[in-house]
């Protein structure tokens, strides 16, 4: 997971192999027309990586903050997977 003052974006990465398996991020197509806060759009987020993750067989992951504090839209990107069905 990275944020930026205006993005965030999260990718399922296999470390093992070092390739990335899936992402999603607030600039893809589908998530740059929601409107909303940028925390309501860390959700969003979270849930789309979740829903690719679990379309390719991916349920359990560990949650890597990128050296961030675990509140506001990092928060609501965790939570938003957990909606998901991602488990971590």
């Known amino acids: 997971m990275y944020r930026s003052n205006k993005e965030i ?3 399922v990465i296999d470390d093992n192999e ?3 398996l899936v992402s999603a991020s607030s600039r893809d197509k589908e998530l740059s027309k929601a409107k909303g806060t940028k ?3 860390a959700a969003l987020v979270g849930k ?3 829903e690719k993750a679990l379309k ?3 349920e359990t992951v560990a949650f890597d903050r990128g050296g961030n504090l675990y509140h506001g839209r990092v928060k609501s990107l965790a939570e ?3 909606e998901g069905g991602l488990k971590f």
Do not use: C, M
């Open 80 to 82: 938003g997977a957990r």
């Open 39 to 41: 925390t309501e759009i």
């Open 48 to 50: 789309a990586v979740a």
């Open 56 to 58: 390719a067989g991916i």
């Open 18 to 20: 070092g390739k990335t």
């Open 9 to 11: 974006y999260a990718q």
